[in-house]
């Protein structure tokens, strides 16, 4: 099980963007290893946004997510990012990347590694 590192979060406008990068502190390749992200507003349960799969990279979002963020793999397959765009208030929270389950080839929003300290996303005026 890995335990990964998040970065990129901070204070952007409502409608503003963020580009949020995960990686394994160890600096291993993230290829073989299906990948989600998720949120966690305040005050309420975390919740899975987006999830890549392994190798052909089937991904997945969150209906609050489709049309707006998009996941993918850096092109050392050592990042898995999720590029934000038109945020909302409502997406403010920590968001959090771990390794996930996958059933059928298919990546679910199920984290199997212990959860790592998260980066915080404030969309505000």
């Known amino acids: 099980q890995l335990q990964l590192v998040e970065s990129g979060g901070g204070l952007v406008q409502p409608g503003g963007s963020l580009t949020l990068t995960c990686t394994d502190p160890s600096g291993f390749s993230l290829e073989s290893y299906a990948v989600g992200w998720f949120h966690q507003a305040p005050g309420k349960e975390r919740e899975g946004v987006s999830c890549m799969s392994v190798n052909d990279g089937r991904t997945s979002y969150a209906d609050s997510a489709k049309g707006r963020f998009t996941v993918s793999r850096g092109n050392a397959k050592k990042t898995v990012t999720l590029q934000m765009t038109n945020l909302k208030p409502e997406d403010t929270g920590v968001y959090y990347c771990?390794?996930?389950?996958?059933?059928?080839?298919?990546?679910?929003?199920?984290?199997?590694?212990?959860w790592g300290q998260g980066t915080q996303v404030t969309v505000s005026s």
């Open positions: 771990a390794q996930v389950y996958q059933r059928y080839g298919f990546c679910i929003h199920s984290a199997m590694g212990p």
